[in-house]
């Protein structure tokens, strides 16, 4: 039975830290030879416009309940 220990450690070596990951696929997506280059572009542009319609919907509400009710 192997040592829980060694099991743990094996397991968080195995994890990769998520900035260097993200710079991985940025670089991945740069060089465009990749199959999943398409996958990455759009992951990415979905993720900044989601950020930017929560931001005006965020906007838009404040908005509304300060002012909509005069």
Do not use: N
């Not at 979905?46 to 319609?53: F, R, S």
């Amino acid at each position: 039975m192997p040592d829980p220990v060694e099991k743990v450690k094996d397991v968080a070596d195995g994890v990769a830290h998520p900035v260097d990951t993200t710079k991985d696929l940025a670089a991945e997506a740069d060089r465009g030879r990749s199959a999943r280059t398409p996958a990455i572009a759009l992951t990415g542009v979905t993720l900044v416009v989601a950020v930017i319609v929560v931001a005006i919907l965020a906007i838009a509400l404040v908005l509304y309940f300060v002012y909509g009710g005069r």
